[in-house]
T-cell receptor, first 112, second 115 residues
Framework: DSGVTQTPKHLITATGQRVTLRCSPR?????VYWYQQSLDQGLQFLIQ???????AKGNILERFSAQQFPDLHSELNLSSLELGDSALYFC???????????FGSGTRLTVV | AQSVTQLDSHVSVSEGTPVLLRCNYS??????LFWYVQHPNKGLQLLLK??????LVKGINGFEAEFKKSETSFHLTKPSAHMSDAAEYFC?????????????FGGGTRLMVKP
C-alpha cells in the first residue's frame, strides 16, 4: 500500500455521462496530481492542487474539472464522457521537499 | 522546457542476462531524474531517483542507473533479469514549482523476460 488511495478501482459508464474519481493523498502530503494514462497518449499530466488551490494545469479538457478539499482529498470530475476518455486515471501526492511522487493504484475508466 | 526520450519501446531479454533500458533527457537546468516501474494492471512504483548527488544511483530489486550529463542520458541497468522484472518502465524528469514537482514521463519501455 503506497498510502495514496483511489476509488473506485474500476468504473464502467456510458457516453455522455458524468463520473467522479476520488483520491486520498498520503498522510502529510499537501500536493495532489492527476494523470491520465491511455494507450495512444501515454502518461499525461492533467492538473495539480496544493493545499486546496490549483497550482498547475496540463492537458486537461474543459469537460474535466478537479478540486481539493480542506481535508486534502481530491476529486476529478469527468463529464460528457466520450469513448476516447477510456483510460487509467492516476492520482499522486507529494510534499514540497519530496523528489518524485507517490502514486495510487489508479481508477480504470471504461466508457461504452 | 523538459522532455524525456526512451529509445526503445520494447526490450526482450532472457532470464539471467543483463538488462539495459535507455533514456535521454532534455532540460534547461539541473534535472532530477527517476525511473518508475508499472506491472500489469498496477500503479507506478518508484525504482530509483537521481537528485544531483552520486551519479550512479542504486534502486530497488537490483536496478541501478547512471546519470551522464555530457550524454544527457540516464540509462537503467540490471546485471541479471528475473521473470518478475517483466513490466513497463518509465524514465521521468522532474521540475520543481513552489508547491511540489512536475514530472514529465517518457513514452515507456516494455521489458519482456524470456525463460
Amino acid at each position: 500500500d503506497s498510502g495514496v488511495t483511489q476509488t473506485p478501482k474500476h468504473l464502467i459508464t456510458a457516453t455522455g455521462q458524468r463520473v467522479t474519481l476520488r483520491c486520498s493523498p498520503r498522510s502529510g502530503d499537501l500536493s495532489v496530481y492527476w494523470y491520465q494514462q491511455s494507450l495512444d497518449q501515454g502518461l499525461q499530466f492533467l492538473i495539480q492542487y496544493y493545499n486546496g488551490e490549483e497550482r498547475a494545469k496540463g492537458n486537461i479538457l474543459e469537460r474535466f474539472s478537479a478540486q481539493q478539499f480542506p481535508d486534502l482529498h481530491s476529486e476529478l470530475n469527468l463529464s460528457s464522457l466520450e469513448l476516447g476518455d477510456s483510460a487509467l486515471y492516476f492520482c499522486a501526492s507529494s510534499r514540497v521537499t519530496d523528489y518524485g511522487y507517490t502514486f495510487g493504484s489508479g481508477t480504470r475508466l471504461t466508457v461504452v | 522546457a523538459q522532455s524525456v526520450t526512451q529509445l526503445d519501446s520494447h526490450v526482450s531479454v532472457s532470464e539471467g542476462t543483463p538488462v539495459l533500458l535507455r533514456c535521454n533527457y532534455s532540460s534547461s537546468y539541473s534535472p532530477s531524474l527517476f525511473w518508475y516501474v508499472q506491472h500489469p494492471n498496477k500503479g507506478l512504483q518508484l525504482l530509483l531517483k537521481y537528485t544531483s548527488a552520486a551519479t550512479l544511483v542504486k534502486g530497488i530489486n537490483g536496478f541501478e542507473a547512471e546519470f551522464k550529463k555530457s550524454e544527457t542520458s540516464f540509462h537503467l541497468t540490471k546485471p541479471s533479469a528475473h521473470m518478475s522484472d517483466a513490466a513497463e518502465y518509465f524514465c521521468v524528469v522532474s521540475r520543481s514549482n513552489n508547491a511540489g514537482n512536475m514530472l514529465t514521463f517518457g513514452g515507456g519501455t516494455r521489458l519482456m523476460v524470456k525463460p
